[in-house]
């Protein structure tokens, strides 16, 4: 019997759809089709297994159980009951809805919630759900149309399980990775966070490095599906462990100048099962010596819509623009901030690679000439 195929869609940053598309492609997920805010795939358990535990940029994986025309509401209860509610979720599990309507006669989105609450339980002749982790189902209404998606993923996929101190302003962890896939590492180079914070972009670099899946060390919401597979998923961890490396073959640095973030970036390193693996010094980026071996040399510096006014980071990126320039000419060269006049004071004519929003800020990755 041929495996069941379901429409599968992996959410993403805006911005990463095509970085993502490509992670997909080489796991060996067929004709991953890129559209606005992600990327859309046909596959079985096994596909939908993979995603969650390869991809490094996504943000969540949904499943489509449905996409059916609806005006009113008895109508829209007809057709939710109909869904294979069993093949997601379980008698009694907790469901959490959340809606969305846009040029539609279904605008309230409280009752559409209601209703579709009503209809899985309906669906599986079930009382209200008990306690524990809730299933997420997200129903999005356009021109009358609704498409019913299930959650697999459970937490964020940007949420791998190693940051256990913060510092201000951090950088996630997917955009870290898309930042690093974007410029083509893969851990054959040495690599320099000159400004590490909570060590993100150290902490990705390495796991890039390693070969090892961001995904293997959590749970995810597919895990309590009726129909959860645990022998493929076991025989799909199995296989990750067997790819990883035992050690890096160039050199990971991660430098601040600031005690609090070196120390913030040691206990996550140490949560990611990395300590040893990577450098991590105190000292100002200014005070970097370049190895004569080339690699890259990237930072997510601050700038003032972040962290207060601009007034006194002139002459921090000046800085930037000696050490990217000169100390580290023949090196490859990123940063990660706006493109305002903060970049144009390094005097280094950078070229967009990437652009996307982090924490409500529209940034870009700026990769030196």
């Given at each position: 019997?041929a495996q069941?195929q379901?429409?599968?869609?992996v959410?993403?940053t805006?911005?990463?759809?095509?970085?993502?598309r490509?992670e997909?492609?080489?796991?060996?997920?067929?004709?991953p089709?890129?559209?606005a805010?992600?990327?859309?795939?046909?596959?079985g358990?096994r596909?939908?297994y993979?995603?969650?535990?390869q991809?490094r940029t996504?943000?969540?994986v949904l499943?489509r159980?449905?996409?059916?025309?609806?005006?009113?509401?008895?109508t829209?209860?007809?057709?939710l009951?109909?869904l294979?509610?069993?093949?997601?979720i379980?008698?009694?599990?907790?469901?959490?809805?959340?809606?969305?309507?846009?040029?539609?006669?279904?605008?309230?989105?409280?009752?559409?919630?209601e209703?579709?609450?009503?209809?899985?339980?309906?669906?599986?002749?079930?009382?209200?759900?008990?306690?524990?982790?809730?299933?997420?189902?997200?129903?999005?209404?356009?021109?009358?149309n609704?498409?019913v998606?299930l959650?697999?993923?459970?937490?964020?996929?940007h949420?791998?399980?190693?940051?256990?101190?913060n510092?201000?302003a951090p950088?996630?962890?997917?955009?870290?990775a898309?930042?690093?896939?974007?410029?083509?590492y893969?851990?054959?180079?040495?690599?320099?966070?000159?400004?590490?914070g909570?060590?993100?972009?150290?902490?990705?670099?390495?796991?890039?490095?390693?070969?090892?899946?961001?995904g293997a060390g959590?749970?995810f919401?597919?895990?309590?599906?009726?129909?959860?597979?645990?022998?493929?998923?076991?025989?799909?961890?199995?296989q990750?462990?067997q790819?990883e490396?035992?050690?890096?073959?160039?050199?990971?640095s991660?430098?601040d100048?600031?005690?609090q973030?070196?120390?913030?970036?040691?206990?996550?390193l140490?949560?990611a099962?990395?300590?040893?693996?990577?450098?991590?010094?105190?000292?100002?980026f200014?005070e970097?010596v370049?190895?004569e071996?080339p690699?890259?040399?990237?930072?997510?510096p601050?700038y003032?819509?972040?962290?207060?006014?601009?007034?006194?980071?002139?002459a921090?990126?000046?800085?930037?623009?000696?050490v990217?320039g000169?100390?580290?000419?023949?090196?490859?060269?990123?940063?990660?901030?706006?493109?305002?006049?903060?970049?144009?004071?390094?005097?280094i004519?950078?070229?967009?690679?990437?652009?996307?929003?982090?924490?409500?800020?529209?940034?870009?990755?700026?990769?030196?000439?």
């Amino acid at each position: 019997m041929a495996q069941r195929q379901d429409d599968i869609f992996v959410i993403t940053t805006p911005g990463l759809e095509q970085i993502c598309r490509q992670e997909l492609a080489s796991i060996g997920i067929e004709c991953p089709v890129p559209v606005a805010g992600g990327v859309a795939f046909r596959g079985g358990l096994r596909d939908l297994y993979l995603a969650n535990l390869q991809l490094r940029t996504a943000s969540r994986v949904l499943v489509r159980c449905g996409n059916f025309s609806a005006r009113d509401f008895p109508t829209l209860y007809r057709r939710l009951v109909r869904l294979p509610w069993g093949r997601f979720i379980k008698p009694g599990t907790e469901c959490e809805v959340r809606v969305s309507c846009h040029r539609s006669r279904l605008s309230h989105t409280g009752r559409v919630a209601e209703t579709t609450q009503e209809a899985i339980r309906k669906a599986l002749g079930a009382p209200a759900g008990v306690a524990g982790a809730a299933q997420k189902i997200y129903l999005r209404i356009e021109d009358d149309n609704c498409l019913v998606s299930l959650d697999s993923s459970g937490e964020l996929l940007h949420r791998r399980g190693y940051r256990v101190a913060n510092v201000a302003a951090p950088l996630r962890e997917n955009l870290a990775a898309a930042c690093l896939l974007m410029l083509g590492y893969t851990g054959s180079q040495p690599l320099i966070d000159a400004m590490t914070g909570s060590g993100t972009f150290a902490i990705e670099a390495a796991l890039i490095a390693l070969r090892r899946a961001p995904g293997a060390g959590r749970n995810f919401a597919f895990m309590n599906w009726p129909k959860y597979r645990q022998g493929l998923w076991q025989q799909l961890l199995l296989q990750a462990r067997q790819q990883e490396r035992g050690g890096l073959a160039a050199a990971i640095s991660a430098v601040d100048s600031n005690p609090q973030a070196v120390a913030a970036a040691g206990q996550n390193l140490q949560a990611a099962g990395l300590a040893g693996q990577v450098q991590l010094d105190c000292q100002p980026f200014q005070e970097l010596v370049a190895p004569e071996e080339p690699g890259l040399l990237i930072c997510n510096p601050p700038y003032g819509e972040r962290l207060g006014s601009n007034a006194g980071l002139q002459a921090l990126y000046h800085d930037l623009g000696r050490v990217y320039g000169r100390t580290f000419g023949h090196w490859q060269g990123a940063l990660v901030c706006p493109e305002n006049d903060l970049v144009r004071a390094t005097g280094i004519p950078f070229v967009s690679q990437l652009q996307f929003s982090n924490g409500g800020i529209r940034v870009s990755l700026l990769k030196k000439p």
